[in-house]
């Protein structure tokens, strides 16, 4: 889906035609067995001819066996003249274009309460729980009426035996309940068939979703989904004024989304606000150029919170376009904050650095002193990277001043940016401090259920623990970082906490389980682009390799072939590090290879390394910086990145 970009008029995971699912597709003489086992008839060779038609694809051949049941017969032969014979799609059609015409078949001698029911569920994207598609039964009169006065044990038992057709999905709910899904590739046909009786059911049934009871706070996506269904069928009919009431007042204008959090949700919702061309521009006719540059902004920053920084950016680039154009510099001021994330992110640091500056000159220019707070921290989390530390701790100090005069409670500076300036602090040594302002950072955050926020405040104190030699609560609190951020699929911020619970299986000496964390780490951030990831994650395999090998003096061989793959990561580590400009990595990698050159028996070269090493440490790390007395032991945990 990130792959959708502002440009591109094509949604492939919104589409409307039949959908295939994700299985592989069974050999002519598996499906031949399977529609056998469903009592199709006809010979060995008419079954591998159906298998063959439709791609192996067992819940096509299903409906296929199903749709011959309904016709009263087991002989495949006469439906298949009709669905492939000559002026059917031809052999080489694609599958969608035969599953198409199968389904509308299979349609024809359904039973209507089956295919009204199917459509109810078709309605959702995702599992619908049984009481739900009871009320829409009772209330949307395109359904009732045709439905008669039938019970919901009535329906329930309709939906099971949907089930047992291989229609639908059976699943359990939270509490056990019964949940159906339609199969994607059956989901857009019913759907359609249910919305093609009226137009007026889209508006109906999505006011039907909004009025159900909701949570006060909702602690899941499937909690919202009914607000979610209802969105995309107020946009299916053109009504975008409703849609955003429904986005601002019950997603709390997408802030729910991201503190569930709900991202994968979030961004299939706002697609359909600004996925293609016609919807932006009914986007900014029914709404404003101002919310048009808003949902913008909204699909950028859940691709990049997923983790697709390439799909995030023509989003970002498009939105900035529109606030330009119309002047509006608040909001230009927050897009380029979040482009400034993005381009960190892939080592982009000039352009990262451009971007901080100029919302910091738009939020002077406003007068305003939260956008200003922001802004400095946003620059401040550039220029530690950049290894410009002097100037990133003068920027963290301006936006905690404006933190503390402006902020209601006069908190020191918390959120995103209070993280930033938590990891500094640690990188530095400032230990205690750095705690300070992370334990109170994560009060707020629990405070606020900002989810994401409070994942990375556990991975600062999980590295300060660290850094204190407290290994076991370090590792609650990386556990708990990994597994907050896993629960919403934030892949921009997983791969640090990986890497801070490699080191910490290093320090316990399991050096098989720290490999697997840099493994996922690097799996994570190659991939995307996320550059900077990627320098620590190869700078950490090395000295997860180092470590092991001065570990295991007695065995040799493996000792060598450890040392070797030092190299290959620290050497890959800083042509990347110095590709990006990213100061800490490239300091990292001449300590790893200057440790790598001394197991090699090259003290030379060792001690040329080791000199360069030391004068980025110095460049690093300020001395009117510097705790006194410093506590910084040149190793790893306390400045892990």
Not at 598 to 610: E, F, G, Q, V
């Amino acid at each position: 889906m990130a792959g959708d970009t502002p440009g591109n008029d094509a949604q492939p995971d919104l589409g409307s035609g039949p959908r295939s699912v994700d299985l592989m597709g069974l050999t002519d003489d598996e499906g031949a067995r399977l529609l056998a086992q469903m009592k199709v008839g006809g010979s060995e060779e008419v079954r591998r001819d159906v298998s063959r038609r439709l791609a192996g694809h067992p819940l096509a051949l299903r409906v296929f066996a199903s749709a011959l049941a309904l016709e009263g017969q087991d002989d495949p032969a006469p439906l298949c003249r009709d669905l492939f014979g000559e002026e059917a799609p031809r052999e080489d059609d694609p599958l969608e274009l035969k599953l198409k015409r199968l389904l509308a078949r299979y349609q024809e001698k359904l039973p209507e309460r089956q295919t009204l029911l199917l459509g109810l569920v078709a309605l959702f994207p995702e599992p619908v729980d049984v009481g739900t598609v009871c009320r829409m039964a009772r209330e949307l009169p395109v359904v009732r009426k045709p439905l008669g006065r039938v019970g919901d044990k009535t329906i329930a038992q309709a939906l099971r035996r949907l089930c047992d057709s291989h229609l639908l999905v059976r699943e359990a709910g939270p509490a056990g309940e019964e949940r159906y899904r339609c199969p994607p590739m059956l989901r857009d046909h019913f759907r359609a068939a249910l919305l093609e009786r009226s137009r007026k059911i889209t508006v109906a049934a999505a006011e039907m979703l909004a009025g159900l009871p909701a949570a006060e706070r909702p602690e899941s996506a499937r909690e919202i989904e009914p607000v979610l269904t209802a969105i995309e069928l107020l946009l299916e009919a053109s009504d975008f004024v409703k849609a955003d009431e429904l986005y601002r007042w019950r997603l709390e204008n997408g802030r729910l989304l991201k503190r569930l959090p709900a991202l994968h949700e979030g961004l299939r919702c706002v697609l359909r606000f600004v996925g293609t061309a016609r919807q932006r521009a009914q986007c900014e006719h029914q709404l404003s150029t101002r919310k048009l540059g808003f949902y913008l902004n909204e699909a950028a920053l859940f691709t990049l919170l997923g983790g697709e920084t390439r799909g995030a950016l023509p989003f970002y680039q498009a939105s900035l376009a529109v606030y330009r154009g119309a002047g509006d510099k608040k909001n230009l001021s927050i897009g380029l904050r979040n482009l400034s994330d993005l381009c960190r992110a892939l080592g982009q640091l000039g352009e990262a650095k451009a971007a901080s500056r100029e919302a910091l000159s738009l939020a002077e220019e406003m007068d305003d002193a939260a956008e200003q707070e922001k802004s400095w921290a946003s620059l401040g989390t550039v220029l530690v990277t950049a290894g410009r530390v002097s100037e990133a701790a003068s920027a963290f100090d301006q936006a905690n001043a404006l933190s503390v005069a402006h902020d209601p409670d006069g908190d020191e500076l918390y959120s995103t940016g209070g993280i930033a300036w938590a990891d500094l602090l640690l990188r530095l040594g400032f230990w205690s401090q750095a705690r300070r302002l992370t334990e109170a950072n994560l009060k707020i955050c629990q405070r606020h259920g900002w989810s994401n926020d409070v994942g990375r405040c556990h991975w600062i104190l999980g590295r300060l623990d660290m850094a204190e030699g407290q290994l076991a609560s370090a590792g609650a609190h990386l556990a708990t970082a990994e597994s907050t951020l896993r629960r919403g699929q934030v892949l921009m911020a997983l791969p640090a906490v990986l890497l801070a619970a490699a080191e910490l299986h290093v320090a316990q000496g399991a050096f098989d389980a720290a490999l697997a964390k840099a493994e996922e780490a690097l799996q994570i951030a190659t991939p995307r682009e996320l550059r900077l990831h990627q320098a620590d994650a190869l700078l950490t395999r090395g000295r997860i390799f180092l470590a092991r090998a001065q570990a295991l003096p007695g065995d040799a061989a493996t000792a060598q072939r450890d040392v070797e793959r030092v190299q290959e990561d620290g050497e890959a580590g800083l042509a990347l590090a110095k590709g990006c400009g990213y100061v800490w990595a490239e300091r990292d990698a001449l300590w790893l290879l200057s440790e790598t050159m001394k197991a090699l028996s090259d003290p030379a070269r060792s001690r040329t390394l080791a000199e360069e090493f030391r004068v980025l440490e110095r460049r690093l790390l300020p001395v009117d910086l510097l705790p006194d007395p410093p506590h910084l032991d040149h190793g790893r945990n306390d400045r892990r990145s």
